[in-house]
């Protein structure tokens, strides 16, 4: 039952939402007790001088379920259980004895050094697991309690960490990952990202957030950090006077209630950034909701308080100062990624190439390192759309790099359906996933680019193997959110509700009543919808205006 609705109102307001800026400090559910009883900072000591010599067995379990996250580290589903049994069981008996790891890449900036790092990371402690999310951030699977330690060595001695890379903290700051380098960006961000990451990231100050927190700086043109499902959002604008600042936005979110992010109207000079930042952080841990862990975004806030009273709230409380009236940013490209061959400011080319739906491994990236220092300067940036792009190629190796890469089956000029589709980690390692995601939307894009050769068009194909969010299958064209489904024969077995028509910033994916499919049966139904599409769509028709 939906426990929000089971309060009468008279009872929920005397309650509260557990919101402390109006005197709701004690915790009214079990993950808020854990974070008063100890902040999830606490757990890196533990981790290194007790964990990690005596085994998994000896962790803490408000530890292992709860703070390991501060430290992007969860455990992994154990091999073998199917999507059926994932709401049945308990956590302990859904839990490997290995971690998955995030480590947190703010802007999707990487040296070749740091990449070289990951890279054998991946392949000494990982079993070879390396998948680009669609935060920028790099997920391993297979990781040892024993081998944390080592690995946060190898880290950090090239400036990376997995800090509140998962946790109720801010998470990493997504940026373009052409931030310094794009010809037409607004701004570089990448001074302010690096700002805010220095000052408040591993602070204790905002290490017990509400829930997570998510960010996105960015000047990019074709707003590749899609600032409209951010948690905090600024981009690049120009106001009247020319000069050149951000636009905040706030409340952008997914699963349950999505919700575009509102613009606060405003202009923030970028010296101002990480004091405004400061302050819309700090209103969500003050006024977010601690309740429910379902109403715990900042987006709930934001809509019942609405764009003026946040705006005002950070200005009187929080600032001590108003921000002027500031411009909103253009609207996006039809493709927000960075895919392809593309000039850069200083006279180079950047090239951006898609592996299939984020995912790399070890043995991958150390070519893809090799590959950017002989053809570039060994700079590499990860997407917000589970590519990459290698900076610094001299106009005269774009093809030989190109051509070097399609060698490992990275396509600097993809079909659409692997350019366009991304996938959550699913049952393969996620203990909430109901279904397979990762090989099943590879399968479908080998299978489409057969079937469908000559087709162009933008489309977004987004898998879940859940009715959460993570492959944000709500802002999709075509969004498969996996649940059990019964087939033909009368049999539960593993598929889809199908959601069409979403897109980002403008409308979210209608759910058609019955309209599901089989994972047996998904390639087939994806290829009716396209072919059906390509044949009936007007000049400049998108899909989401079509369906
Ligand atoms: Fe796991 Fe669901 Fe997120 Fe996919 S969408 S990674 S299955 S929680």
Redo the contacts with the bound molecule.
């Keep these: 039952m939906d426990e929000d609705r089971a309060v009468p109102p008279a009872t929920k307001r005397k309650k509260g939402e557990g919101q402390w800026a109006l005197g709701y400090r004690e915790p009214l559910n079990k993950n808020e007790e854990n974070k008063k009883n100890d902040d999830g900072l606490n757990v890196r000591n533990r981790i290194v001088d007790i964990y990690s010599k005596a085994g998994f067995d000896s962790i803490d379990p408000a530890d292992l379920r709860g703070r390991f996250r501060w430290f992007g580290l969860y455990t992994q589903r154990k091999p073998g259980i199917d999507g059926g049994k994932t709401a049945i069981l308990e956590d302990e008996e859904l839990d490997d004895r290995y971690f998955m790891m995030r480590v947190r890449i703010d802007g999707g900036q990487l040296s070749g050094e740091q990449l070289r790092t990951v890279a054998d990371i991946s392949t000494e402690f990982a079993r070879g697991t390396a998948d680009i999310t669609d935060r920028q951030n790099v997920q391993y699977h297979w990781i040892r309690i024993e081998d944390v330690p080592e690995i946060w060595n190898r880290l950090e001695a090239v400036g990376l960490s997995t800090m509140e890379a998962c946790g109720d903290t801010p998470r990493v700051i997504i940026g373009c990952p052409l931030a310094g380098i794009a010809e037409d960006e607004v701004i570089d961000a990448t001074p302010q990202i690096a700002e805010i990451h220095e000052k408040y990231i591993g602070s204790p100050e905002f290490s017990n957030l509400p829930r997570k927190f998510k960010s996105a700086l960015s000047g990019c043109t074709a707003h590749c950090t899609v600032h409209e499902i951010n948690d905090v959002a600024f981009v690049g604008v120009r106001n009247a006077e020319g000069e050149v600042g951000y636009q905040a936005f706030v409340g952008g979110g997914l699963s349950t209630n999505p919700m575009f992010a509102k613009s606060l109207g405003v202009f923030i000079k970028p010296e101002q950034a990480h004091e405004v930042w400061k302050g819309i952080v700090s209103i969500f841990r003050d006024y977010g909701y601690r309740r429910l862990r379902h109403r715990a975004r900042i987006k709930f806030l934001m809509n019942d308080w609405g764009p003026a009273k946040f705006r005002e709230v950070l200005e009187k409380e929080y600032l001590g100062y108003a921000l002027p009236d500031g411009p909103e940013p253009d609207a996006p490209l039809p493709r927000r990624d960075h895919v392809g061959v593309h000039p850069q400011k200083d006279g180079n080319y950047y090239v951006g190439f898609a592996p299939k739906v984020g995912r790399v491994n070890g043995q991958i990236l150390g070519v893809i390192a090799d590959l950017a220092e002989r053809y570039g300067s060994g700079r590499v940036r990860t997407t917000a759309e589970q590519k990459m792009v290698i900076l610094d190629v001299p106009a005269e190796n774009t093809e030989a790099l190109a051509a070097a890469l399609a060698e490992h089956d990275l396509q600097v000029h993809p079909s659409t359906f692997r350019r366009q589709t991304m996938a ?3 049952i393969e390692y ?1 203990k ?2 109901i279904v397979e ?1 990762k090989q099943r939307a590879m399968d479908l894009i080998d299978e489409l680019e057969k079937r469908l050769p000559e087709f162009e068009q933008p489309l977004t194909i987004n898998v ?3 009715p ?4 944000r299958i709500q802002v999709a064209d075509i969004g498969l959110k ?1 649940q059990l489904v019964v087939d033909e024969n009368g049999d539960q077995v593993e598929g889809f509700q199908i959601h069409l028509g979403g897109q980002v910033g403008a409308s979210f994916g209608k759910k058609v009543r019955g309209l599901k499919t089989t994972s047996a049966g998904l390639t087939d139904y994806v290829e009716r919808v396209v072919r059906k599409y390509d044949e009936q769509r007007g000049e400049g028709e998108t899909f989401a205006a079509w369906v």
């Design positions: 959550c980690t699913g996620c909430l996933a995601t879940n193997g859940c959460n969010a993570c492959a996996g």
